[in-house]
């Protein structure tokens, strides 16, 4: 009697270079693909308003792709422990594999239901799929994790070079005993009244072919101009990947090797390192969106919070037209160019002085590429707060970084056009002024660590 395998698929949502499938396909016996929506385990953080949107259509994409190849993917919605092991007993079930994940949450939920399968005779087995190399790996001379990226990487660089990508499989065997799935319409993982996601299906289109397809396409296109024009806003000389990395609708590997093969990566590779280092650090810290890295920066005198501030500068109404641009391209197509996340940030939290807390909520919610990882070590790293972060007193002026980066103003033009022009409305706050009043609350956080 056959003994199915079950590939528990979480950000994987992939058939190629995917190795708990490709396990399963080794060991011979049919397969159940599941996912799980897990929003009930203690800690998990549930999906944003964009990610979800993103989540259903990679999902319908994943079940059309398995549907090609035979097999079938379950759904499930519960506590992702319980679900499993429910699963494996109506199934009997001999093997769950899955690619690992590396939040603390997370970690914790896997880790107990590997030794409570296996105590049952279970085979239990967990994959590298979603990180080039794996936190435990990347130590400093002293045996701890980096705190600055350049060592880590050089580092990361020392060891052994990424495996190769796995191929995608031409069939995978369907267990005959099928198991009950949801739907996944009834999941409500869409927007409806309102439907605001207009903006979201004209900018892209979730799936793995589609992820395959943008890799070739910045790679033949892009990635010769990458190191030049990639801080340009306008140039489109970005990869637009990470939505696709996020959801693993493509593997770091495939990019690092395909990238490799195409040349002129370099800088582009160090793209990849950066994230590296955002999901290494959340291993080591998994209290990441909630908690200051640096503890000095707890003592930072944040002031009471002004509503109407936070709301003008999340609905792009700040009158500083950079700002106000790149806020309404997240708000219409749920993804902003990276240097205009920068100055945003920074925007907020320097001179709105709003904790980079409310911050990193609003792109939680609203960009289809957030992740427990890259989303909040990256506003630790505007804050001051985060690993190798930018010094404090380094602040994004966000009319000299428009002169910079968007010189002819295209990209201001584009999606905020009433913040140019003798109409335009007056700044929310004064530039000048409000530096003034950062570089004041950094001075305290130093004297209060000296103390």
């Known amino acids: 009697m056959a003994s199915p395998s079950i590939v528990w698929f979480r950000d994987d949502l992939r058939l190629a270079d995917n190795p708990a499938l490709r396990a399963a396909i080794d060991r011979g016996e049919p397969i159940i693909a599941l996912y799980v929506l897990d929003e009930q385990s203690p800690g998990i953080r549930?999906?944003?308003?964009?990610?979800?949107?993103?989540?259903?259509?990679?999902?319908?994409?994943?079940?059309?792709?398995?549907?090609?190849?035979?097999?079938?993917?379950v759904l499930r919605r519960g506590p992702a422990a319980r679900v499993v092991s429910d699963l494996v007993t109506d199934a009997a079930a001999g093997a769950v594999f899955w690619n690992r994940r590396y939040g603390g949450p997370e970690r914790e939920i896997d880790a107990a239901l590997k030794a409570r399968l296996r105590d049952d005779g279970v085979e239990v087995a967990s994959f590298a799929g979603s990180l080039l190399f794996e936190p435990w790996t990347v130590k400093t001379g002293g045996g701890t994790h980096f705190s600055v990226f350049t060592p880590f990487w050089r580092a990361c660089l020392a060891l052994q070079s990424p495996r190769a990508p796995l191929p995608e499989p031409r069939e995978v065997d369907r267990a005959r005993r099928g198991a009950a799935s949801d739907s996944l319409d009834d999941w409500g993982l869409l927007p409806r009244n309102p439907d605001w996601a207009g903006g979201l299906r004209e900018a892209w289109e979730p799936g793995e072919p589609a992820a395959r397809r943008r890799l070739r396409e910045f790679l033949d296109d892009d990635l010769a101009a990458y190191d030049r024009a990639r801080d340009e806003p306008a140039a489109g000389a970005t990869s637009l990947l990470s939505p696709r990395l996020?959801?693993?609708?493509?593997?770091?590997?495939?990019?690092?090797?395909?990238?490799?093969?195409?040349?002129?990566?370099?800088?582009?590779?160090?793209?990849?390192?950066?994230?590296?280092?955002?999901?290494?650090?959340?291993?080591?810290f998994p209290q990441l969106a909630t908690q200051n890295l640096r503890p000095?920066?707890?003592?930072?005198?944040?002031?009471?919070?002004?509503?109407?501030?936070?709301?003008?500068?999340?609905?792009?109404?700040?009158?500083?037209?950079?700002?106000?641009?790149?806020?309404?391209?997240?708000?219409?197509?749920?993804?902003?160019?990276?240097?205009?996340?920068?100055?945003?940030?920074?925007f907020l939290v320097k001179n709105l002085l709003i904790d980079w807390r409310r911050g990193e909520e609003w792109f939680w919610d609203t960009l289809v590429d957030a992740d427990e990882a890259s989303n909040p070590f990256n506003w630790q790293w505007v804050a001051g707060s985060g690993a190798d972060a930018a010094p404090y007193f380094r602040i994004f002026n966000p009319d000299l970084q428009a002169k910079k980066f968007d010189g002819d103003g295209h990209y201001v033009r584009e999606w905020a056009p009433d913040t140019l022009g003798e109409d335009a409305p007056e700044p929310l706050v004064d530039l000048g002024d409000t530096r003034k009043a950062a570089l004041a609350a950094y001075e305290h956080v130093k004297r209060a660590a000296r103390s």
């Open 246 to 284: 996020r959801w693993g609708e493509v593997s770091p590997f495939t990019v690092w090797h395909d990238t490799v093969q195409a040349g002129h990566g370099g800088r582009f590779l160090s793209e990849l390192g950066w994230r590296e280092f955002a999901w290494h650090t959340l291993f080591h």
């Open 296 to 346: 000095e920066f707890d003592a930072f005198p944040w002031p009471r919070l002004k509503p109407t501030h936070l709301e003008a500068w999340q609905r792009g109404r700040t009158g500083v037209p950079f700002v106000d641009a790149g806020m309404r391209e997240l708000w219409t197509t749920g993804y902003m160019h990276n240097r205009v996340r920068m100055v945003t940030a920074s």
């Open 46 to 73: 549930p999906l944003g308003g964009a990610a979800r949107w993103w989540l259903h259509h990679s999902l319908a994409s994943l079940g059309d792709r398995l549907r090609e190849r035979g097999a079938a993917l």
